[in-house]
C-alpha cells in the first residue's frame, strides 16, 4: 500500500534533517511532476479530474455551475484552466473554490482564478490567515514556501455544508497537515448506485515540526484524531491532494467502457489512513530523537 510518495517522504526526511538536500533542491525536482501535463477526464459522476501529473485537481459539475476543488502550483493555473476547457467546461462558470489545505501546491492559482471568475473561496476557518497572508504555517518567512495571497469568502468547520445546485458536499475538519485541513464529502451517481466520495485534505507530515516548537500548537493531538476520525469513516470512493494518494494513474488505465469503475474501491480509505499513522509514529519518533540530542 502507498504510504507516501517519494516526495512527501522526501519532505519529511528534510523536516527531520536526516537528509542533505536542501528544500530549493526538493522544490525543484518535485516541480517536475507538479507542472507535468496529466490529460483530463471524467472520473466519476459529475467528478472531473483537471490537474497535472503530480498534483491533483478536480472540477465538480452542478446544475447551476463548476466547482472547483484546489489548484496547483502558481506555474500551472494555465494548464488548469486549459484542462477545464478540454472536457468542454468554462472557467468562467466556476462558481464556488474550494481547499483542502493551505500549501503552496493546491492554492497557487486561487488568486487568479478568483479574479477572472469571481468565484467564492471556501476554506477550512483555521487555514484563513495562512490563505490570507500566502505563507506556510511556522515558516512564514520562507519565500520557497509562499503563494499568492487571497481573500476568502467562506471559512468552513466540521459538519458544515456547501450547496451549489444538485450538489452538495459536507467539510470534514481533519487538522494535521495544516491546521484548517478540510476533508470534503459528497455523493454521486454510479450507474444505479450512489457512491461516496472523500476528497481527503491529507496526513501526511511533510514539512511540519512536531516536538520542540511544532509547526502549531495541539498539532500532534490533531493528526492523532484525524486518523481515528477517518478510519472510521464509509467512504466508497478516496481521492486526494496527490494522485498517488489514491492510485490515480493505475486505475484510469484500468477505465473501460461498460466495466465497473476502478475507483470505486470501499475500505481504501481505512488501510491508506492506517499506513499514514504507522509512518506519523515513526516520524515522531524520529524528530524527537532528533531533539533529544541537541
Not at 58 to 63: D, H, L, P, R
Not at 148 to 162: F, N
Not at 187 to 205: A, H, I, M, Y
Request: hydrophobic share 40%.
Amino acid at each position: 500500500m502507498r504510504i507516501l510518495s517519494a516526495g512527501l517522504c522526501a519532505l519529511a526526511l528534510l523536516a527531520t534533517g536526516a537528509q542533505a538536500q536542501t528544500l530549493k533542491a526538493f522544490l525543484a525536482t518535485a516541480m517536475q511532476r507538479w507542472t507535468a501535463p496529466f490529460e483530463p477526464f471524467q472520473l466519476i459522476g459529475n467528478i472531473y479530474y483537471v490537474g497535472t501529473e503530480g498534483i491533483a485537481v478536480y472540477v465538480i459539475k452542478t446544475s447551476q455551475g463548476l466547482i472547483l476543488m484546489d489548484t496547483a502550483v502558481p506555474q500551472s493555473t494555465g494548464m488548469i484552466k486549459d484542462n477545464i476547457a478540454k472536457l468542454g467546461f468554462k472557467v468562467s462558470d466556476i462558481k464556488i473554490v474550494l481547499n483542502s489545505h493551505a500549501h503552496i501546491d493546491h492554492t497557487g492559482g486561487f488568486a487568479e482564478i478568483k479574479k477572472e471568475t469571481g468565484a467564492q473561496l471556501v476554506a477550512g476557518e483555521r487555514d484563513k490567515p495562512l490563505l490570507e497572508g500566502g505563507y506556510y504555517p511556522g515558516d512564514e518567512k520562507n519565500e520557497d514556501l509562499t503563494f499568492p495571497a487571497v481573500k476568502v469568502d467562506r471559512t468552513v468547520k466540521e459538519g458544515d455544508k456547501v450547496t451549489l445546485g444538485d450538489t452538495t458536499l459536507t467539510a470534514h475538519a481533519t487538522p494535521g497537515h495544516s491546521p484548517g485541513c478540510t476533508s470534503w464529502e459528497m455523493t454521486v451517481k454510479d450507474g444505479d448506485q450512489n457512491r461516496e466520495v472523500l476528497f481527503f485534505c491529507s496526513g501526511t507530515v511533510a514539512l511540519n515540526r512536531l516536538v520542540g516548537q511544532p509547526t502549531y500548537a495541539g498539532i500532534v493531538d490533531d493528526y492523532r484524531a484525524t486518523y481515528l476520525k477517518a478510519k472510521a469513516m464509509k467512504i466508497d470512493v478516496l481521492l486526494g491532494p496527490h494522485p498517488e494518494v489514491y492510485g490515480m494513474q493505475a486505475k484510469r488505465a484500468q477505465m473501460k467502457d461498460g466495466a465497473p469503475n476502478p475507483f470505486v474501491k470501499p475500505g481504501e480509505l481505512a488501510t491508506y489512513v492506517t499506513g499514514l499513522s504507522v509512518e506519523f509514529d515513526k516520524q515522531l519518533a524520529k524528530q524527537t530523537a532528533a531533539l533529544e540530542k541537541k
